[in-house]
């Protein structure tokens, strides 16, 4: 069974940083993409930004040019570091992984959620 494990949230002034990061554990083989989703109250859950095992990311307009993915392979951990945030940002904020394999089922694909962590930006 695979887990994802989030920190990094809290309470930040507009303007300010956060780092969240996001470790999988578990008996995983590989994980082919790893991101960061974020749900703020009365919306629908979006996407913030991914990085795939080769590097490759993607990031919300919103987001570009503040926020930076990055990810260790060997430690199957994502980062996301969030700098410049702006009281739109709040949000609960949510590591995924997809295209996980583990031992027992290599041929099986699955996609994992973690619990999420609160990020609330505010004067």
């Known amino acids: 069974q695979v887990q994802l494990e989030e920190s990094g949230g809290g309470l930040v002034q507009p303007g300010g940083s956060l780092r969240l990061s996001c470790a999988a554990s578990?008996?995983?083989?590989?994980?082919?993409?790893m991101g960061w989703y974020r749900q703020a109250p009365g919306k629908q859950r979006e996407l913030v930004a991914t990085i795939t095992s080769g590097g490759v990311t993607n990031y919300a307009d919103s987001v570009k040019g503040r926020f930076t993915i990055s990810r260790d392979n060997a430690k199957n951990t994502v980062y996301l570091q969030m700098n410049s945030l702006k009281p739109t940002d709040t949000a609960v904020y949510y590591c995924?992984?997809?295209?996980?394999?583990?031992?027992?089922?290599?041929?099986?694909?699955?996609?994992?959620w973690g619990q999420g962590t609160q990020v609330t930006v505010s004067s």
């Open positions: 995924n992984a997809d295209g996980v394999l583990v031992t027992g089922t290599p041929w099986r694909k699955y996609e994992i």
């Open positions: 578990g008996s995983i083989l590989s994980i082919y993409a």
